[in-house]
C-alpha cells in the first residue's frame, strides 16, 4: 500500500483508495447475507439492504471491497474452525489452520484476494490469526467505531481491527476507526516484556522471536524491563465469564440453531447469575486499573500474540482457545490498541495505552522500515 498519510493522490483521495479490502462477515454488505458465520442468522437476516457504519467508512475512503470472509461461529472462537461452513485453511500452508474468529480475514491476505482486511477482536480474534499466519494485525482502543450494522459477540470486549502484511502499512489504517480524530504523535521511550513464567507453555521458535522484536525496540532507542504478571492469572476467568454471559444474552432463543460445542457455551452462560457477574466486573475494573498503571510506568508491553506457532486442521484443539486467550485476553481486558508484529515464526503483542493507537502504528512501522533497511 502506498506509504504516505496524507494522501498520496494530492487531490484529497484517501490512501485507501483503490485499495482492495475484505470485510468479516460479521458487518452488513449492502446486497449480501450477514452470517455471522452461522446458517441460521445468514437465513434469518437475508439480503442487507444498507451498508453498516464500517463499510460506509471504507467506501468513502474509496476502498475496493472485494468480498465478505469467513469467520469462527458467532465470532465466538480462535482456531477458525466452522462446522457449518468449513474449516478455514491457510491457503499457503495446507492442514494448518488459520486461527480465529477473523479466519477468513487472514486467509484473504494470504491468497492475495485483499491487501488489508477488516476483523474483529473479541479475545484475541485479530491477533490470533495475524501471529498463526505470519502476518501483521491492529485491534483498536475498545470504544473505536460505529458498530451500527455490526454484530456484537461481547460489547464489554469487541474491538475493531485490520490485518495485513507489512508494518510499514500501518499508519494508513486507523483513521476508519476514528475518522476526524489529529492527535500529536507519542515518542515512545520504553517497554517492558513479561517474565519467563508467564511464558512456560511458549514454543521455543516463538521465543525466539520474541527476542528479535526486543532487539528491534531497543535498536531504535527503547530502554527495556521485565515485569511479573503472575497477578493476570484470573484474567482468563474474569473474561470468558462476562463473554459467556453478554454472548448468551445476545442470542437468547436461537441456542438450539447453533451446533453443539457453541450451543453448550451459550447455555453456560445464561446460567451464569448476575451476582457472578458483579463480581466478575469488579474483577474487570481492578485488573484495567493495574493495566493502566503499567502502561502508564513502562509505556509498551510486549509478549507473544499466541504460545503455539500452528493449529492443525482436524487435531484435537480443545485446549487451544484456553491456551491462546490466557495471552490475549489481558489486553482484551484493558481495553487498549494492540499491533501484532510478525516474526519468521509466530508473531508478538505490543500494548499500549488506550487511545494511543495512532502513535503505536507509527512505531509499528519504524519496526517494519527497520526490518526493511536489514535486508
Known sequence: MPRSTGGQFGDGRSNLWGIPVSVKDCFDLAGAPTSCGVHFYRDLNGISRHDSWLVEQLRKAGAVITGKTHLHPLAYGITGENPEFGDCEQPDNPGALTGGSSSGAAASILEGSALAAIGTDTGGSVRGPAALCGLAGYRASLGRGDWRGGAHLAQSFDTMGWLFRDLEDAPLLAYIFAPGKSSALQEFNSFAVVHDAFLHDTEPAIMAGLRSVERDLRALGLKSSTIDVGWWAGSFETYATIQASEAARLHAGHFDSMSPALSERLEW???????????????????????DTL???????????????????????????SRILRYTTPFSLAGVPVVTIPCSIGGMQLAAAKESDESLLNLAARIGSKRQRQN
Open 269 to 291: 452462560g445464561a446460567r451464569i447469575t448476575d451476582a457472578e457477574i458483579v463480581v466478575m466486573r469488579q474483577r474487570h475494573a481492578e485488573f484495567r486499573t493495574r493495566i
Open 295 to 321: 502502561l502508564h510506568e513502562h509505556e509498551l508491553l510486549l509478549l507473544p500474540a499466541s504460545p503455539v506457532a500452528r493449529i492443525g486442521i482436524g487435531a484435537d484443539n480443545s485446549q487451544a482457545r
